[in-house]
């Protein structure tokens, strides 16, 4: 389990952000000094709907505990319509996660426009804070990339 | 020849694993497979063949080879650790323990593969005879006798005993450590068992499967057979009949990108895929017909002419069993010599 | 054979100029798809015949004429699926349905510890298994598919002509959804013990894939080696469920529920319990609409949160 220098487990957490209203949301936050966590690893997607489901388990196999998924709010979304893709698309995955018993904490999805900065940094603190309690993820692990 | 009293198998389990880990069918979520033996583990003893053959403790689907670290410009060479711990594996049927020296001929001819090799030498396998032979099987067909399994070891299990013949010194060193519960007796017990098989094993519908017109035909001309071009078909291209195969031996090489290592690692492949024999320039075998044609061309024409005239089939009649459209072995062979 | 004097009835009236169906088998129970140009006489079409044949038209109907193709209710839908999806030319095939009253699982006669069989007889709601064992008989109902257990309807859609469709029989026994509800209530760590035990005996052999009339890729992601996803065997666990998952999820809004990824898997893993929780939760979510659910959307839809939000052992 990776630790940091006083013991404590140090999860690693993937956020996918879409580059128009999320990846700036994460910039305000930057820009206005709120405080998230540095497990919290972005990765910047053109739109959420540019996440496909294999990008979502990938990030599982390669060691991540939690998976995050942030767009424009329904309505918003730069290309009139992907977000509304990506919303039925991720409740059926994370339905279907649930169901082969991967624990459902640890996907989730939020919607954060460019102006909501500190939701960002509220919605990754809960979501970190979450992650530290389940631990380490075991049930989508690959051992080989251990 | 020894015998045990059938009650006493899960004593003869337990000693056989405090010696060596041991291996016999068992049933898991409906299908049968090899199970390691541990308490409360029941030999399938009605099941006649396990939905995988045995090759795979020798030849296992996938195989770590060897893995690479990178460290700055230094690339460190990490062996894979082989597993030559001894094994048992009970419960092998005579179509099995035939199909191991046919995989013999292939991996421990020269350049010898050391990965079979060292699993060969660590195995030990109990065979055992097929009391109730079903209508997928035809072993006979190629000269294997259901009622006298090869093998380090034979077991025939009668109604109340379990008798039990050494046939090599892997399987007679084995015995020495077995003697207080195994007793001796003369063998002669087991002739109207093995009778019985006999008689079942003839009137099986597969069993008078005729192969001279593949032996004596011209390859180019079983290759051209207009046959080909109607059987296929119904294949779907998956790979099912090449993975339960007792005799199937193509493997694919490949790599996996852990991050600071990669591991390389070979795992079957099948002959069925479009992507096998894909090279640079393309792939030779377009459509499913090919592949389909390639499979059985192997099995009853290639490999044969390579290796003596033994035929890469040993009639377990898995794929008889598994096709899940009722395509297989004899139904090819027969059609193409028009039987 | 009503069927025989119909299919050579319509090839004489030139609606299709070859037949693909079904055929006997090497042994005296088994059939195999087959493909037809004359001798309509060795078409079969019994109780065996579980194939659904509807995917083989992909390549058929590439070709020059038309095909007369034989169609149980659940296949009908198959073909109504690669139509709408432009798979095969729709105009190149003359769809003849054929009445189903389920079909038999041979393995489930084995799993009744029935060796040695050569012939099946079917009398109304018995089975007559002969063997070189002797005689058995077995209730027909005992040792229909799984599929047939839950059937999704008797009627054909989409069909030319449906041949005595009175014959046709809804064989449900259980509810459809009955399995995936059972799972939803059991708690995380059941259903992954459940998923771990019945997914690490898949041998990667892709029948489940190939067989399916709704993974219909020219070139599919798994034998892709420029996906980045192509991989011949399941090297580990993860890559047990990366497959499965993905496969579930590519026909997720499109499977018929036809059931033939349960029926030829070599492992008898239930993979139609993952493609019916699909089916669940999109009816429940989305209606029971006509459209495929992932290509389309509606403004109010549920929130991915309604997974999050829901109790545990929920069904």
């Known amino acids: 389990m990776p630790m940091n220098e006083n013991g404590e487990f140090t999860p690693l957490i993937v956020a996918f952000c879409c580059n128009w209203c999320s990846y700036a949301g994460a910039d305000l936050a930057g820009s206005g000094r709120l405080a998230y966590p540095a497990e919290v690893k972005i990765i910047r997607v053109p739109c959420s709907c540019r996440v496909n489901p294999t990008f979502i388990l990938r990030a599982f196999q390669k060691g991540a505990d939690g998976v995050i998924l942030a767009g424009c709010h329904p309505g918003d979304c730069h290309y009139s319509t992907g977000n509304y893709y990506t919303r039925r698309r991720m409740t059926l995955l994370f339905s279907m996660l649930e169901y082969l018993g991967i624990e459902k904490e640890r996907t989730r999805v939020e919607w954060i426009s460019a102006a909501e900065g500190a939701k960002f940094a509220a919605t990754m603190n809960d979501f970190a804070a979450k992650i530290h309690e389940l631990g380490e993820c075991k049930r989508l692990e690959d051992l080989r990339c251990k | 020849m020894r015998k045990l009293s059938s009650d006493r198998m899960s004593e003869l389990f337990e000693r056989l694993d405090s010696l060596c880990p041991l291996y016999l069918p068992g049933e898991k979520d409906g299908a049968v497979s090899f199970v390691r033996y541990e308490q409360g583990v029941d030999y399938a003893v009605g099941a006649l063949n396990t939905v995988r053959s045995a090759k795979d403790f020798f030849f296992p689907q996938v195989e770590n080879i060897a893995a690479f670290r990178m460290t700055g410009k230094k690339i460190e060479i990490l062996e894979n650790q082989n597993g030559n711990e001894p094994f048992v594996v009970f419960g092998v049927r005579a179509c099995d323990a035939a199909s191991f020296s046919l995989l013999d001929q292939v991996f421990l001819s020269e350049p010898v593969d050391p990965y079979y090799r060292d699993r060969r030498e660590a195995g030990t396998v109990i065979t055992v005879a097929c009391g109730e032979p079903d209508t997928s099987c035809f072993c006979t067909a190629f000269g294997i006798d259901p009622a006298e399994p090869k093998g380090d070891i034979s077991v025939w299990l009668t109604d109340g005993f379990l008798y039990w013949q050494p046939r090599t010194d892997k399987g007679e060193n084995l015995t020495e450590n077995l003697t207080d519960i195994l007793e001796e007796c003369d063998g002669g017990e087991i002739k109207s068992y093995q009778d019985t098989i006999k008689t079942i094993a003839n009137q099986l519908p597969l069993a008078n499967l005729n192969l001279s017109y593949w032996e004596n035909t011209d390859e180019k001309e079983i290759f051209a057979s207009p046959v080909w071009d109607e059987i296929y078909k119904g294949c779907l291209g998956c790979g099912l009949c090449t993975f339960v195969c007792p005799t199937c031996q193509c493997y694919d090489v490949r790599d996996f990108d852990c991050g600071e290592t990669v591991r390389k690692f070979r795992c079957w492949d099948s002959c069925m895929y479009s992507d096998f024999t894909r090279m640079a320039h393309g792939n030779p075998r377009k459509t499913q017909k090919e592949r389909f044609r390639q499979r059985f061309m192997h099995k009853l024409k290639y490999f044969p002419e390579n290796n003596g005239g033994l035929v890469s089939c040993v009639g377990c009649g898995r794929c008889v069993r598994s096709c899940p459209q009722g395509l297989n072995i004899v139904k090819t062979a027969r059609r193409v010599s028009d039987d | ?315």
């Open chain 3, 1 to 315: 054979m009503q069927i025989t004097k119909t299919i050579k009835k319509l090839v004489s009236e030139g609606k299709a100029d070859r037949v693909f169906g079904w055929k006997k088998g090497e042994l005296g129970f088994d059939t195999e798809p087959a493909l037809f140009t004359e001798d309509f006489d060795s078409v079969v079409y019994n109780s065996l015949c579980g194939a659904n044949l509807c995917k083989y038209m992909i390549n058929e109907t590439k070709k020059d004429g038309t095909v007369l193709l034989l169609l149980k209710p659940c296949d009908s839908r198959g073909l109504q699926l690669l139509t709408k999806e432009h798979r095969v030319r729709r105009e190149k095939i003359y769809a003849l349905g054929v009445p189903c009253r389920g079909k038999i699982d041979v393995d489930k006669i084995s799993d009744k510890g029935i060796k040695g069989m050569i012939d099946i007889q079917e009398n109304g709601d018995t089975l007559t298994v002969v063997t070189l064992y002797g005689e058995q008989t077995v209730p027909r109902q005992d040792v229909l598919y799984e599929k047939c257990l839950s059937c999704v309807g008797k009627e054909h859609v989409g069909c030319d002509e449906v041949l005595s469709p009175e014959l046709s029989e809804d064989t449900t026994v259980n509810d459809r959804f009955a399995g995936v509800t059972a799972l939803e209530e059991k708690n995380p760590e059941a259903r992954f013990a459940f998923w771990r035990s019945q997914l690490s005996k898949c041998i990667r052999c892709n029948a489940c894939r190939n067989v399916c009339p709704a993974c219909s890729c020219v070139k599919c992601i798994f034998d892709n080696p420029s996906s980045g996803m192509d991989s011949k065997a399941n090297a580990d666990d993860f890559e047990e469920n990366l497959y499965h998952i993905i496969r579930s999820f590519h026909v997720c809004g499109r499977c018929t529920d036809c059931g033939e990824c349960s029926r030829v898997c070599p492992e008898k893993i239930p993979l139609h319990l993952l493609n019916r929780k699909y089916i669940k939760d999109i009816h429940k979510l989305y209606g029971d609409g006509d459209e495929a659910a992932l290509l389309t959307f509606t403004k109010d839809d549920a929130e991915p949160s309604v997974v999050y939000e829901r109790g545990e052992g929920h069904a």
